[in-house]
């Protein structure tokens, strides 16, 4: 059975049952496809007969996720992140790459494969880590906003490095920019991607808002026309004139129709077929393994998985600790981030294809890869438990323990209210309070929320919710009531396991996500639960009743407004 059929049905069905087994250890599917391909490959349990065919159709699948990123990219992200996620994101990217070419300099691998490998350690999984987020319900929490803005960062660098490579390298010999000098090749990449970037941007503002108005009735239209740019473009950026990788022209072509108005339409019916592509592209990855090379792979893989395991996620905790972040905080986003990337993969391809890496190289890559992903899927699962197993060492990165946790040198003494959260709801409670001349504790996660309401008279608290070193500053055993907005489960059910053993009655109001967290939350001794939509409804169900003529709701709008944007009604 040598036809291509028959070929990619066996390759299929082995990932698929490889995937199985893998998920119910429950591991990425990326680790699964990659020993389907060394199955295939190294093993030699199936013999590939149709390699070119199959490496063909991996560059598909390189293509088409890039086209993906580019779609999906919104660069006015990187705004909502704010600027801690910029430089964290910035300063772990530069520190990482740093110390992981230093380490791989030391081990003998050579200045351009170790150039590689150092990029390569600085990326993290966007796609593990947001799943692994979301099935624990941490991406609204802070660490998890720091984590996915840090991804953002590393997906903005890893494009800019893709784009780079592809423009400034020989091609077999075909690229007529070849015989111009380094620098002279690098003043022409940016040259023409600027140019590119150009024609881009009026693609984008002119063109393509008007031609997929006229197709985006028709999902077939759309499929079929965001197959053909995507390719298209990637097959024309290969031509020796340009000398980008096909990759990149994906990218390209993905941005250029991010602003078209129906690009989560066009991702939804590409994905799929991405999906099936960047499989073949992780299982051809595998098979191109050689164990010829594992000996000479195997020690440089451990010791570069442990500087990922360890090194990256200390890294982290250090820059978040000098920006004010607690240890917490530090902590969860470094063992969130620590693991490699599928960019990491690509890349160690595209240095095979232009020849500045070979098979030993690329398996100590890809083994950093099965060892880093695999073992930080279970660290992500148990990062509290690990937390609380570290925390008192980790109490070194507290770098602002005794500087700016608060203003007032003694919190108020009892019957006070302390909010935890003040990010968005928590915020509007607090004129409304201070009216009342009710005391006010302020604990929040980010440490220029806490600055800002420190800078307005209030006490304010940089920390952990569930430390009992918090709880010693906001006198918490006093107070009268917590109200918790953040939507963090295990940080809210700390909160009602200390008010259950604390001397006094403390009533507690704090925030679920859902019905089914609600119940568990009121089980749990809670006062009150805030659950957003309930809430909402019951507001829309008071305006309904009332009647309410449109001058009466231009009223009530005015004052949204003004509680929306303050600033701009002050005077």
Request: with cysteine; net charge neutral.
């Amino acid at each position: 059975m040598n036809n291509l059929f028959s070929e990619l049905t066996i390759i299929l069905i082995g990932a698929g049952l490889i995937t199985f087994l893998i998920r119910i250890l429950k591991q990425p599917s990326i680790i699964a496809y990659i020993i389907t391909g060394l199955i295939i490959g190294p093993l030699g349990i199936y013999q590939l007969h149709h390699g070119e065919i199959i490496q063909s159709l991996s560059e598909i699948g390189i293509t088409l996720l890039l086209f993906m990123v580019g779609l999906d990219l919104d660069v006015s992200q990187l705004k909502r992140i704010g600027k801690a996620a910029v430089i964290a994101g910035l300063s772990q990217i530069i520190m990482t790459f740093v110390l992981g070419f230093g380490l791989s300099a030391a081990l003998g691998l050579g200045i351009i494969p170790s150039l590689y490998i150092a990029l390569g350690l600085t990326f993290s999984s966007t796609i593990i880590v947001v799943k692994l987020l979301s099935e624990k319900r941490d991406l609204q929490s802070l660490y998890g906003k720091l984590a996915v803005g840090m991804l953002l960062m590393q997906d903005v660098a890893v494009i800019f490095i893709l784009i780079f490579l592809s423009g400034s390298v020989a091609d077999n010999g075909n690229n007529p920019w070849v015989n111009f000098g380094l620098g002279s090749q690098i003043i022409l990449t940016i040259a023409k991607a600027f140019v590119i970037g150009m024609v881009v941007v009026w693609l984008s503002k002119f063109i393509f808002p008007k031609l997929v108005a006229k197709i985006e009735k028709s999902d077939e239209m759309v499929l079929l026309f965001a197959l053909a740019w995507s390719l298209g473009l990637a097959t024309l950026f290969t031509l020796p004139l340009i000398g980008f990788n096909a990759a990149v022209g994906g990218f390209v072509a993905g941005l250029a129709l991010a602003n078209s108005g129906v690009h989560h339409r066009v991702s939804g019916r590409v994905k799929p077929l991405r999906d099936f592509f960047v499989i073949i592209f992780f299982i051809f990855l595998g098979s191109e393994l050689s164990f010829a090379s594992l000996g000479q792979a195997i020690l440089p893989a451990v010791l570069l998985s442990i500087f990922v395991l360890w090194i990256k996620p200390i890294i982290i905790l250090f820059v978040l600790g000098i920006m004010g972040y607690k240890p917490r905080v530090g902590f969860l986003s470094g063992i969130t981030l620590a693991q490699i990337s599928e960019f990491s993969l690509i890349l160690a391809a595209m240095g095979v294809s232009v020849g500045h890496l070979n098979n030993t190289h690329v398996t100590i890559i890809t083994l950093v890869g099965i060892i880093t992903i695999a073992i930080s899927s279970y660290s992500i699962e148990s990062a509290e438990k690990l937390y609380h197993f570290f925390q008192r060492p980790l109490k070194a990165f507290d770098f602002h323990r005794h500087n700016s946790d608060h203003i007032e040198s003694e919190p108020p003494k009892k019957n006070h209210i302390v909010i935890v959260g003040t990010n968005r709801l928590g915020s509007h409670l607090l004129e409304p309070l201070a009216k009342q001349k009710e005391e006010v504790v302020i604990i929040d996660y980010d440490p220029d929320v806490v600055h800002d309401h420190q800078q307005k008279g209030y006490y304010a608290i940089c920390g952990d919710i569930t430390d009992p070193y918090v709880h010693e500053l906001a006198n918490l055993e006093k107070a009268r009531l917590i109200i918790s907005t953040i939507p963090d489960f295990k940080d809210t059910m700390a909160i009602l396991e200390y008010t259950r053993s604390a001397k006094k009655r403390i009533q507690v109001i704090v925030t679920a996500e859902d019905e089914l967290e609600a119940s568990m939350l009121y089980n749990a001794g809670a006062d009150y639960v805030l659950l957003s939509h309930y809430v909402g409804s019951l507001h829309l169900n008071d305006i309904i009743k009332a009647n309410h003529t449109v001058s009466s709701l231009n009223k009530l709008k005015r004052a949204h407004l003004k509680n929306l944007h303050p600033h701009e009604h002050k005077h």
